[in-house]
T-cell receptor
């Protein structure tokens, strides 16, 4: 089955700890995206990547980092600099141009 | 003005009703438009793309009005399972490249028995 896999489904972070959220896609899409969603709120773009080894900051990149070493993978690290990390994190990919995005089923991050 | 604006609702309708949502966008150069559905605590899922000629899929009809810069979603014969948040999504810069899509904050629909 083609799709986007996010892991883990739930993640807990301790104070001062960096955590990494995984996102893998087998759709052969060039573009990948990370969003954050707070309860009752809309999606906010954290980072996106249009091609391997390249990525751009979204609207709320502070306290986050990403890498894009392979086309299939776009991991997101939530660093200790992100003081309010509790949220629902969604990864998406897109074939580009006029095509829509497809989402993984998300990771819920909470603070211990 | 926000790039994409939606009425947050909620829209409360009885089963069997017809309900319509509108979404306005600010960039007249926008080329592609989509409606997504998001259930509580789940990821958004593509409901339908919106074409210039309109698009119909069963009980759902999406239309684009470029002159007034809005898209609409019509749901006929509402089912309880249609209860969800409906997100309007716009590609603001046209067909080339992988520019980020812009998501509306969503319209919540509650269908009651």
């Amino acid at each position: 089955d083609g799709g986007i896999t996010q892991s883990p489904k739930y993640l807990f972070r301790k104070e001062g700890q960096n955590v990494t959220l995984s996102c893998e896609q087998n759709l052969n899409h060039d573009a990948m995206y990370w969003y954050r969603q707070d309860p009752g709120q809309g999606l906010r773009l954290i980072y996106y990547s249009q091609i391997v080894n390249d990525f751009q900051k979204g609207d709320i990149a502070e306290g986050y980092s990403v890498s894009r070493e392979k086309k299939e993978s776009f991991p997101l690290t939530v660093t200790s600099a992100q003081k309010n990390p509790t949220a629902f994190y969604l990864c998406a990919s897109r074939a580009g141009g006029l095509w829509p995005q497809h989402f993984g089923d998300g990771t819920r991050l909470s603070i211990l | 003005r926000k790039e994409v604006e939606q009425d947050p609702g909620p829209f409360n309708v009885p089963e069997g009703a017809t309900v319509a949502f509108n979404c306005t966008y600010s960039n007249s150069a926008s080329q592609s438009f989509f409606w997504y559905r998001q259930d509580c605590r789940k990821e958004p899922k593509l409901l339908m793309s919106v074409y210039s000629s309109g698009n119909e899929d069963g009980r759902f009809t999406a239309q684009l009005n470029r002159a007034s810069q809005y898209i609409s979603l019509l749901i006929r014969d509402s089912k309880l399972s249609d209860s969800a948040t409906y997100l309007c999504v716009v590609n603001p810069r046209g067909a080339t490249g992988f520019q980020k899509l812009v998501f509306g904050t969503g319209t919540r629909l509650l269908v009651s028995p």
